[in-house]
């Protein structure tokens, strides 16, 4: 089925009926899926899988237009994705397909590059999450973008210290609590943020796994929100276990 290109076998219909029986899908799509699955697999050359419009035989052989855009999001996800292929994807007439690329921690700098300066605003957003984003544009999203570019590089796990460090003062509360959840923030940020004048920030701290014994203790005798954070706290010190009973 991954090298056909020709109008199916009495055979493989009955295996394409079987296999959309079961995952509950139309035998077109799961067509679409397998020609697709084939080219990455190097088991065909037929590149009209990656197309926004594919034209698979349907169970009697005949042609049906279908749109891949299920197994194109898949294949956009897939680590390790070629560049031939993030190349064809970047472009992909599907807000989806582009959306699921930008969030692959292993998209080619040229694409991050390409997202973030020409992406949608949602596109963007996402690739300001993207570990594997390069540091020039972190600071190229965070020079042009709004609060919700920032919000989305705070909890970006790969975030440089430059940008970390300016995010603790930032005015908007709800940037410094994403910041406050993220487990990469640097251990003297992490110690001001516990600190903060906004509630939602030390909870949101009080939450962090990768938050120090030392300030899990401070953080123990402060309001009932906060404690609340830190007692979800998947790292939280066993010795402080029945100081949040009481």
């Known amino acids: 089925l991954c090298r056909v290109s020709q109008p199916l076998e009495a055979t493989q219909v009955q295996l394409l009926s079987e296999m959309a029986n079961y995952l509950e899908i139309s035998e077109a799509e ?7 699955a084939g080219y990455v697999l190097g088991l065909n050359q037929d590149e009209s899988c990656l197309e926004g419009d594919t034209a698979p035989f349907n169970a009697w052989g005949t042609f049906v237009p279908m749109t891949d855009v299920e197994a194109r999001i898949s294949l956009a996800k897939r680590a390790g994705l070629p560049e031939n292929l993030q190349a064809r994807l970047v472009s992909d007439k599907d807000e989806k397909v582009i959306t699921a690329l930008a969030a692959n921690p292993c998209l080619h700098e040229k694409f991050q590059s390409e997202l973030a300066r020409n992406g ?3 596109i963007r957003k996402i690739i300001s ?4 984003l390069t540091e020039d544009l972190q600071n190229y999203l965070f020079a042009t973008g709004g609060d919700e570019i920032k919000s989305s ?4 796990t790969a975030l440089i210290l430059s940008i970390q460090a300016i995010l603790v003062e930032e005015p908007g509360w709800r940037i410094r609590q994403h910041l406050a959840k ?15 004048d906004a509630i939602d920030v030390r909870a949101a ?14 953080m123990a005798r402060d309001k009932p929100k906060v404690r609340k954070g830190l007692a979800s706290n998947p790292a939280l010190s066993s010795m402080l276990l029945s100081e949040l009973v009481t």
């Open 205 to 218: 701290v009080a939450g962090n796994s990768s938050l120090s014994v030392e300030l899990q203790t401070n």
């Open 153 to 156: 590089l705070a909890k970006n």
């Open 182 to 196: 993220n487990t990469s923030v640097q251990h003297e940020l992490l110690q001001k943020l516990a600190d903060d």
């Open 30 to 36: 799961v067509f679409g899926m397998i020609r697709l």
């Open 120 to 122: 949608s605003a949602e």
């Open 129 to 132: 999450e993207n570990p594997c």
